[in-house]
């Protein structure tokens, strides 16, 4: 395998399902998605049935700490080597061009690996590759317990390179007819189709030269008006931040043991270009659940004066105000089961954070602590929050999303964000588990 440690990559062996396998029960979404809907993750295993799937590889997290946690992780590990010991999977060496549609929307990336030295998840970070949310270091045990017996890693994991100019992954697109086509299939459950192409030698030493490029400190420099001697970041986090920082920490408790020659050092990735025109921004909306506290009244002790609340009719004059605010004041929408308020917006004048997220967030923290209910969610898209916003004892926050273009230079500049503040696109268009790699 090939390593280019000045831009932290590595070009990796991937392990993908032999032919004869239906690629469309093998390849399941992201753990970390539908995580209030078990209902999803029912049809999942109906449609999966006793098939081969990445489904047996991986801990959804709809069934984090619930009871038979321990057995489940037992049982990933136990799957993982008995898919390998039963010749369902075969090696590729090289980069993966990937294409995904869906929605209208054919999104492209790279599949690579990263180097873990080259990376620091904590707030104030200046490595080629880092977090732009903020880590909840809790939800590390839980996925560090699975990767410590693990055989094989697979990623749902996408890693952003801001490069305006397309000089490195839209280049490969255009050469695809010429490249080996690994897998084209549709996906389950209404997420699209997945394409995959082996990178040749001589496109994958273009895809090299220009990341390094995009490293270069002169071009960094200009590129956001800052001086010369600053940092390089290269490779900005996407989606699957707690996935890398749980490699990250296992990787750190394992290499005084094993050498730093060792698989376990990279993560496999997608990249993919913050400046592609089918990847979107989604904003990552609050749930609260059990609440035992009156919520109004814990946001207006919180907040003071600076907190107004406006009853609206419906839901979309709601996510119109919201979507649509300008000015000094944040906005923020609340679904709720009709005891304080059905839909509504909460004004905020002098907020504590740039962004409204982050100021919802400061709050909610608190809120938790002092015991105001029993769980708070992450959840994506607008029908989700309203639906299981308004169910008796919840409580929902619409929040607006961000500019994409933004990103890299407020991590530069301001570090990184409140965690969970944008996703990349809406749940259904998360990455799929198809590839896996051996990391051991």
């Not at 995580?35 to 993750?41: G, K």
């Not at 136990?78 to 999104?107: C, F, N, Q």
Request: aromatic letters at 8%; charged letters at 25%; one cysteine or more.
């Amino acid at each position: 395998m090939k390593y280019y440690n000045d831009i932290g990559i590595q070009i990796p062996q991937v392990y993908l399902p032999k032919r004869g396998i239906d690629l469309t029960k093998w390849a399941v979404i992201a753990c970390d998605q539908f995580t209030s809907q078990p209902e999803y993750w029912q049809k999942v295993q109906e449609l999966v049935s006793d098939n081969p799937s990445t489904l047996a590889l991986v801990f959804p997290e709809v069934y984090l700490e619930k009871p038979g946690e321990v057995e489940r992780i037992r049982s990933i590990q136990s799957s993982m080597r008995a898919t390998l010991g039963d010749d369902l999977l075969e090696p590729h060496d090289g980069l993966i061009y990937i294409e995904r549609t869906v929605g209208g929307k054919r999104r492209k990336g790279i599949l690579l690996c990263l180097d873990l030295e080259a990376y620091d998840f904590h707030p104030g970070a200046a490595s080629l590759i880092r977090a732009t949310e903020g880590t909840i270091l809790s939800r590390l045990p839980p996925r560090m317990k699975i990767r410590r017996g693990a055989v094989l890693e697979l990623p749902h994991i996408l890693v952003l390179i801001d490069d305006p100019e397309g000089t490195v992954i839209e280049p490969v697109e255009k050469v695809k007819s010429r490249l080996e086509k690994l897998y084209d299939f549709e996906l389950m459950l209404g997420s699209g189709h997945l394409t995959g192409y082996g990178v040749d030698a001589a496109t994958e030493a273009q895809v090299v030269a220009a990341l390094r490029g995009l490293a270069k400190p002169e071009t960094f420099a200009a590129k956001y008006g800052i001086d010369a001697d600053q940092p390089v970041l290269l490779f900005a986090m996407g989606d699957g931040n707690h996935s890398l920082a749980t490699a990250k920490a296992v990787w750190e408790e394992m290499k005084p043991q094993v050498g730093m020659d060792h698989p376990a050092r990279y993560a496999l990735v997608e990249i993919e270009n913050v400046h592609d025109s089918s990847l979107t921004f989604e904003p990552i909306h609050r749930l609260l659940y059990g609440t035992s506290k009156n919520i109004y009244s814990a946001l207006q002790h919180y907040f003071g004066k600076n907190i107004t609340l406006i009853h609206v009719e419906s839901i979309e004059e709601m996510v119109k105000r919201v979507d649509h605010a300008r000015g000094s004041k944040q906005i923020i929408g609340v679904i709720s089961d009709g005891g304080w308020v059905s839909f509504g917006v909460i004004e905020i004048t002098n907020p504590s954070s740039h962004l409204p997220v982050g100021t919802l967030q400061a709050f909610l923290d608190v809120f938790m602590n002092e015991g105001g209910a029993e769980n708070l969610d992450y959840v994506h898209g607008r029908d989700v929050i309203c639906s299981l916003g308004a169910r008796p004892g919840n409580t929902g926050f619409y929040v607006p999303g961000m500019e994409k273009s933004d990103l890299f230079k407020t991590v530069i500049l301001d570090g990184v964000l409140p965690r969970k503040t944008f996703s990349m696109g809406e749940a259904q268009e998360k990455r799929f588990y198809m590839e896996a790699r051996k990391i051991v």
